[in-house]
């Protein structure tokens, strides 16, 4: 029997976490209990999943339906997408059965590629591989997430580039809709004999639109500056937790004056807090960003998402940020030394290591 590849490229960069990973992470289940009411999908699909951070993994490889379990997804810091495009070039070589005169090989595997940001690596040489030996044999279907990819990059791999309004009713579970969908339809093309070009269902048009040649965001240079993410400890179990702010670009209106103000004085909002485990780091770029925010920029003080402690944002003189209960004397999960806290003074803002987004 002759197998319908998918693989599924997810950007799980810190800019991710938060709503936007936890219903991926359901898509992906959702995606997988509509193949499976679908004769020839069920027949013909085999499903694949490699997330990528600043490094790349794959979690699921090519797995036959009935027997596809939905992972959950990690988070990392980074968003090296050549590191990610080499690493599936890998898999595509590893476990895609090619045709030869004796036998019919597997039909012509789809990707679809979901990002929400710019790469923070070269993709130079990855993009030229993929365009010299891949682009023709792989139907690669690259979506930007709330339209904040690197649209013109993504032409250079791919015609199909579509922005998803992440902000639309809905929004998840009618994007899930469509990648189910157009595997769907995609399962019964190659059934019929016509399996060179990717059969996509129908978008809708408040939800997925194609991107116009020459659109698209340019490179962040080595941070996704929509967002400030900062990795912290946990100073009671040492675990790690991602906080991330959004930058409000002056998107956000209120008839409150005081806080008028503060918008006016600040760049981002405290968006979400969360705990992740260890293998966050397994999953990120070497080394800091070497980028900082002021934190008089930052508006919100998350508690603790591990153990609860009121401030999640203490920052250490390592530059290790922790949490803590309240002013006085406090040991630093990251460099294991103690010092004393206390709350800085207004206007005394001072820099803070952020992560790649």
């Not at 980028?291 to 390592?318: E, I, K, N, T, Y």
């Not at 206007?347 to 992560?355: A, E, L, M, P, V």
Request: net charge neutral; hydrophobic share 40%; charged share 20%.
């Amino acid at each position: 029997m002759r197998r319908l590849p998918i693989f599924l490229l997810v950007d799980v960069s810190e800019s991710m976490v938060g709503e936007p990973l936890y219903k991926l992470e359901e898509g992906i289940g959702a995606v997988v209990s509509t193949l499976r009411k679908d004769p020839y999908a069920l027949e013909t699909a085999y499903l694949s999943v490699i997330v990528f951070a600043g490094r790349p993994r794959t979690i699921i490889p090519l797995t036959e339906l009935f027997a596809f379990h939905p992972p959950e997804l990690p988070v990392g810091g980074g968003t090296a997408l050549g590191a990610a495009l080499d690493h599936l070039m890998s898999e595509i070589d590893r476990t895609v059965v090619t045709t030869t005169p004796d036998r019919k090989g597997d039909w012509k595997p789809i990707v679809f590629l979901l990002t929400d940001g710019a790469p923070t690596d070269d993709v130079s040489g990855a993009a030229d591989r993929w365009n010299r030996s891949y682009r023709t044999r792989v139907n690669l279907v690259a979506v930007s997430i709330g339209g904040g990819a690197d649209h013109a990059l993504l032409k250079r791999l791919t015609d199909e580039v579509m922005v998803f309004n992440d902000a639309a009713p809905d929004a998840f579970a009618r994007f899930i809709r469509w990648i189910s969908m157009s595997i769907v339809s995609q399962s019964r093309s190659v059934s019929a004999g016509h399996g060179d070009r990717v059969s996509l269902a129908k978008p809708e048009a408040d939800l997925i639109v194609p991107v116009s040649p020459g659109g698209g965001a340019g490179p962040f240079d080595g941070v996704d500056d929509r967002f400030a993410v900062f990795v912290g400890r946990c100073a009671r179990n040492r675990l790690p937790y991602v906080v991330k702010f959004e930058r409000h670009l002056g998107r956000f209106e209120t008839q409150d004056p005081k806080l008028a103000s503060l918008l006016e004085t600040r760049s981002y909002l405290l968006n979400t807090a969360v705990p992740v485990k260890n293998s966050y780091f397994d999953l990120s770029e070497e080394g800091r960003s070497g980028h900082a925010v002021s934190s008089d920029q930052l508006v919100g003080q998350p508690p603790c998402p591990h153990c609860g402690a009121r401030f999640g944002m203490a920052v250490c003189g390592c530059g290790g940020i922790h949490c803590v209960s309240g002013e006085g004397a406090q040991t630093c999960p990251w460099c294991g030394k103690t010092g004393q806290y206390a709350a800085a003074e207004a206007g005394s803002g001072f820099d803070i290591g952020r992560g790649r987004g």
